[in-house]
């Protein structure tokens, strides 16, 4: 007899794992150029190999994240948090011992290559919670790794200028550790293991998605959100000189600006994700677009940091309706069967974005100007618009919901 699971339970222990995660991935950005630096790369190359250091970990995940999701969905989505786990405490912990900035390179490359805990938490969570309440599960679980992102750049200036820049590295680790602890004894999955000969094709999983043309929709969004939200990246610090001329505050003032999208999209998640499932994640997909795209423009015109920070963290709302949203029809979309693969699909497409939106914003400044970025953003979103209007019209603006 298989084992009841208490999703509930499943779904507050992911969101801790989902915090440590995005809590280690963040925790390191602050000060990753000061310890290329000490590793002994030349004065030139610092900002080429901090650039690198944190694409290469985005773009490694992108290639591999289809080949853990069929394993997935062979093996168990708590098995793949568990190796996610592992993988990244090992890869993560070992950059206090690397000898150079080619080690660390590598280091997070395989950081990349091995990660996927959040995405399999969310096929899991998909997968368990009762279909009337999957917004609000999924939107709730995404707060874990947007904390975790807050918090982890905040943690990591601290620890690095208290216990030094090695160290954070084995705090993470232990981190890691905690969190492999955490999912090996308090996840429970009722899942069977299926024989490679009787598995469902990937080509299979995608003929039986109930609409395949709104899936491709939701991967798209996702990549322009990615994009939207990461191609400031680059400029913002720059930006903020430009606009308020800040000198000895403009790390902090970046880091509140920065955050502050993260905080309300914190607040909102849940919220929305409840909403969606009332009323339709996809008419809450629709109005984040629409709000994204009212507060992205008028940041290309902003005079002050204060309108550009109330901007973002209007910004974060939009974020906070859309991510739920296009997790919660991704599995009402998705076989049962292939559930992990699909969402294995989506994390590429939002790698895939985390590594495009800072190559886009440092083109698009480099010819055009730092407000240019905006304005470029927003067209995309503009474009994201008008397919999801035509991709939902038969349901958009009827109380059905998909």
Do not use: H
Not at 79 to 94: H, K, N, P, Q, W
Not at 300 to 312: C, H, I, N, P
């Amino acid at each position: 007899m298989v084992k009841k699971v208490d999703w509930k339970r499943n779904m507050y222990i992911a969101w801790i794992g989902c915090f440590f995660t995005g809590a280690s991935f963040s925790l390191v950005m602050p000060f990753i150029p000061i310890y290329i630096e000490q590793l002994g790369a030349p004065k030139n190359k610092i900002e080429f190999y901090s650039g690198l250091a944190i694409s290469v970990t985005a773009l490694s995940a992108a290639v591999v994240s289809p080949m853990w999701g069929v394993l997935a969905d062979r093996k168990g989505r708590k098995l793949m948090m568990v190796r996610a786990a592992v993988g990244m405490m090992v890869t993560m912990g070992s950059l206090a011992f690397v000898p150079n900035v080619t080690w660390l390179l590598i280091m997070r490359f395989l950081t990349g290559t091995l990660s996927g805990y959040i995405p399999n938490a969310t096929a899991m969570i998909a997968s368990q919670a009762p279909v009337e309440r999957n917004g609000w599960a999924l939107g709730t679980l995404a707060t874990g790794a947007v904390a975790g992102n807050l918090i982890g750049p905040l943690m990591g200036g601290f620890l690095a200028q208290t216990v030094g820049i090695k160290n954070v590295f084995i705090v993470t680790g232990i981190i890691l550790l905690i969190n492999t602890i955490l999912t090996i004894f308090f996840v429970q999955e009722d899942f069977v293991p299926v024989e490679k000969k009787n598995m469902l094709s990937t080509k299979e999983v995608f003929v039986q998605v109930k609409n395949l043309q709104v899936l491709i929709g939701l991967f798209i969004t996702t990549l322009i959100l990615q994009v939207g939200m990461t191609s400031i990246s680059p400029i913002l610090t720059l930006f903020i000189r430009e606009i308020g001329g800040e000198r000895g505050n403009i790390l902090f003032v970046s880091g509140m600006i920065v955050s502050v999208a993260g905080l309300s999209a914190f607040i909102s998640s849940p919220l929305l994700g409840k909403l969606g499932d009332r009323i339709g994640n996809q008419k809450i997909l629709v109005a984040g677009l629409i709000l994204s795209f009212l507060c992205i423009l008028p940041m290309a015109f902003v005079k002050s940091t204060f309108q550009l920070g109330l901007l973002r963290f209007l910004l974060g709302f939009s974020t906070g309706a859309l991510m739920p949203s296009i997790n919660t029809l991704i599995s009402k979309l998705t076989p049962a069967e292939g559930v992990s693969r699909v969402f294995s699909f989506n994390q590429m497409f939002t790698n895939l974005g985390q590594v495009a939106g800072p190559l886009v914003g440092s083109a698009v400044a480099g010819f055009y100007g730092y407000r240019s970025v905006f304005i470029a953003t927003s067209i995309l979103i503009a474009s994201n618009i008008a397919l999801t209007l035509f991709t939902f019209r038969k349901t958009l603006f009827k109380r059905e919901k998909i």
